[in-house]
């Protein structure tokens, strides 16, 4: 699908010297990979804090009991 975008060429020839891509799409290609990968990343990062957990789950216990041994709740 062709688009057709009013970008800065400083700043794509930049980039593409930057990352070593031999043309501008791949440069702008790569810059938006790394934009979602980035956003996708902060998701993640927001879950912390989110995370359900047992105050009084034993680890001790479950050693014990063996690998693949789980807790039922």
């Known amino acids: 699908m ?13 980039a593409r010297k930057a990352g070593g891509h031999r043309t501008k799409k791949a440069a702008v290609t790569a810059a938006l990979k790394d934009y979602v990968h980035r956003r996708k990343s902060r998701e993640v990062l927001d879950m912390f804090g989110q995370v359900v957990y047992w105050p009084d789950y034993d680890y001790k216990a479950a050693r014990r009991r063996g690998p693949g041994a789980s807790r039922s709740r």
């Open 2 to 14: 062709a688009t057709n975008l009013d970008l800065d060429d400083r700043l794509i020839e930049e």
